[in-house]
């Protein structure tokens, strides 16, 4: 299984960004998927997830501003990062659930795929 995430980049504070992560070697739609993050010194953070029945979660401090979605037929999950602050700069990971048919995940031991991070980096 593969997980390829991109997107990030550079952004001024307030701006936007579109994270992608394709996926091969598992048809994911039955999966559930996830986002997280982390920053230099910093532990994970959960940002996002979605369930295969497309339910989401939103870590506390992404609510409002980031959007979780699929398109099972690219086999592909997306976050849109919307108001972007500077506290978002972080290496951020795609991963997909080791269960099938289950409501979005939080934790990152539910995940058993993980990719090689995209970076995003908020400027003031």
């Known amino acids: 299984v593969q997980l390829v995430e991109s997107g990030g980049g550079l952004a001024q504070a307030g701006g936007s960004l579109r994270l992608s992560c394709a996926a091969s070697?598992?048809?994911?739609?039955?999966?559930?998927m996830g986002w997280f993050r982390q920053a230099p010194g910093k532990e994970r953070e959960f940002v996002a997830a979605?369930?295969?029945?497309?339910?989401?979660r939103y870590g506390d401090s992404v609510k409002g501003r980031f959007t979780i979605s699929r398109d099972n037929a690219k086999n592909t999950v997306y976050l849109q990062m919307n108001s972007l602050k500077q506290e978002d700069t972080a290496l951020y990971y795609c991963?997909?659930?080791?269960?099938?048919?289950?409501?979005?995940?939080?934790?990152?031991?539910?995940?058993?795929?993980w990719g090689q991070g995209t970076q995003v980096t908020v400027s003031s």
């Open positions: 991963a997909t659930a080791s269960a099938t048919y289950v409501d979005a995940r939080v934790t990152w031991p539910e995940y058993d795929y």
């Open positions: 070697g598992r048809t994911i739609s039955n999966n559930a």
């Open positions: 979605i369930g295969w029945t497309r339910d989401t």
